[in-house]
């Protein structure tokens, strides 16, 4: 992301974080703040408890920089922090407690391990660094490769290192790392182990965030609800699904193991126990570091678990209220019927169209049969000296009523109705009157159409000869299934 004047512009009004670092109070509340939960890996504290700590805070503040400083009382400032135009703390209400918490927001934990960054360490831990840096390509270089050639000879080259490694050691030479790569690894350790910890917080925001996002949508909905579940869930399976859920997935699971916690203690005290580290094992709390990020990740698992069931409550209302709202009306249509019960109203004054079903069995249509042949007059005399006219033997008009029927659907597909007009007028008669005769008779046979006898069309057509034909005839109107209104123009 490019840090252009608009965006910075942007973060510096609205982002907590870059509020704290320029609001006057910010030294106080990022050194209380700091004391209150990261000294302590605490996750959140009850308000009673955190008021009782910063008077406390106050009171040794006072006693430095004069009783005028800080003139608010505990709980007037912890209220000011937690308000939206602050976001330096979150105020909740855990279930089955009236008794309100806070807990530090993300945008916190940012300004304050960037305000960490600004103290000078003891030492630079390059080497260290370039070695983590160095591991991490070649996993990324090695996951992604597919030739197993490739692949085996990677392996045998680390299974030769190895061999050499055993074959010194048995030799005599055990390297060993010096106190300067101890303090460097050590310190890289305890400053990724505590990251680690404000990660957790980021997550269950995200999480807190995707709830709200659910319930504003729930709450101004308008379609099916099908496809509102359908988002809801879908957007839960994005989260899930994502990179930052799945590695969350990966760490838990990890972490829940039996042997991984075995692991992580044996290797916590045998680390502890090196005088190499001096000072640096002064901070006890890191000795049991494992046990924070276990109680981190249990109340990022009962945050999810919570929301997703106070969202299948509020959509569980949501249909009972639909419920209610349904037995109201019927009760209102029961009511009304009681009342007009003793006198009916006279008359048509309910009519629903399109109720019956329109059945249409594949097997009940007729199959084809053309026309019945014509008869011939067998006793003619063979020496009559008449001519006959035998041509009209070879003039019998076909006309096929499913390419006509076919015209018609066509334009149904475009408009409820159509009159034979407009059907004449976009497929002109290609066997003249025979044509329009059998339009006649489709009109006749279906229960879909209309013959109107008070208007009048006048249709034209072109025979094979080259005459313009005119028919005069009732206006025919063509509808499609569930029209039950005829518009006479």
């Not at 974080?17 to 109070?25: H, Q, V, Y």
């Not at 007037?76 to 279930?95: I, Q, S, V």
């Not at 009157?433 to 009048?456: F, G, K, M, N, P």
Request: aromatic fraction near 8%; charged fraction near 30%; avoid cysteine.
């Amino acid at each position: 992301m490019s840090l252009d004047f608009q965006t910075l512009q942007s973060l510096r009004k609205n982002h907590p974080a870059w509020r704290l670092m320029t609001a006057d109070s910010g030294p106080l509340v990022a050194a209380f703040l700091d004391f209150a939960f990261r000294k302590s890996n605490t996750r959140y504290l009850a308000q009673a408890e955190l008021v009782s700590r910063l008077e406390d805070y106050l009171y040794a503040l006072r006693q430095i920089e004069g009783e005028d400083a800080f003139p608010r009382t505990a709980e007037n400032y912890l209220t000011d922090w937690a308000h939206n135009d602050r976001g330096w703390l979150r105020k909740f209400y855990p279930p089955n407690s009236d008794d309100a918490h806070f807990d530090l927001t993300p945008a916190t934990e940012k300004a304050l391990q960037w305000i960490d960054g600004l103290f000078e360490r003891s030492f630079v831990g390059t080497q260290s660094r370039l070695f983590t840096a160095l591991t991490l390509l070649r996993e990324i270089a090695h996951g992604v490769e597919e030739d197993p050639a490739a692949r085996i000879s990677r392996l045998e080259e680390e299974q030769s290192r190895i061999a050499r490694e055993i074959e010194d050691i048995r030799a005599g030479n055990i390297p060993t790392l010096d106190e300067r790569s101890l303090r460097e690894h050590f310190s890289n350790f305890s400053r990724t182990a505590r990251e680690l910890l404000s990660d957790f917080r980021a997550v269950e925001h995200n999480f807190r965030e995707l709830d709200q996002n659910v319930r504003e949508k729930i709450a101004g909905w308008s379609d099916e609800k099908s496809t509102l579940l359908h988002e809801v869930f879908g957007e839960q399976d994005v989260i899930s699904e994502s990179d930052e859920g799945r590695s969350f997935r990966a760490f838990w699971d990890f972490l829940m193991s039996p042997e991984s916690q075995d692991e992580l203690s044996e290797l916590l005290d045998r680390v502890y126990e090196l005088e190499a580290l001096g000072e640096l094992r002064h901070d006890k709390r890191l000795k049991r570091i494992h046990h924070d990020w276990m109680t981190a990740g249990e109340q990022t698992q009962r945050t999810v678990a919570r929301l997703s069931q106070q969202l299948r409550r509020f959509l569980d209302e949501q249909a009972f209220f639909e419920n209610k709202r349904i037995m109201q009306i019927l009760d209102q249509i029961g009511q009304h019927g009681l009342v007009i019960r003793a006198g009916p109203p006279k008359g048509e004054f309910a009519r629903i169209d399109g109720v019956r079903a329109d059945i249409a069995l594949p097997l009940e249509r007729p199959l084809f049969s053309s026309d019945q042949e014509g008869v011939l007059n067998e006793g003619v005399d063979d020496d009559s000296p008449l001519e006959i006219d035998i041509s009209a033997l070879y003039n019998q008009v076909m006309v096929d009523r499913a390419r006509l029927w076919g015209n018609i659907t066509q334009e149904l597909s475009r408009a409820d109705q159509v009159s034979l007009d407009l059907v004449v007028e976009r497929y002109p008669l290609q066997e003249g009157l025979a044509e329009l005769v059998t339009y006649l008779a489709l009109a006749t046979e279906s229960e879909y159409s209309v013959i109107d006898e008070q208007h009048r069309s006048l249709l034209l057509w072109t025979d094979s000869g080259g005459i313009t034909r005119r028919a005069r005839l009732p206006r025919v109107i063509f509808q499609r299934r569930g029209a039950t209104d005829v518009v006479h123009e």
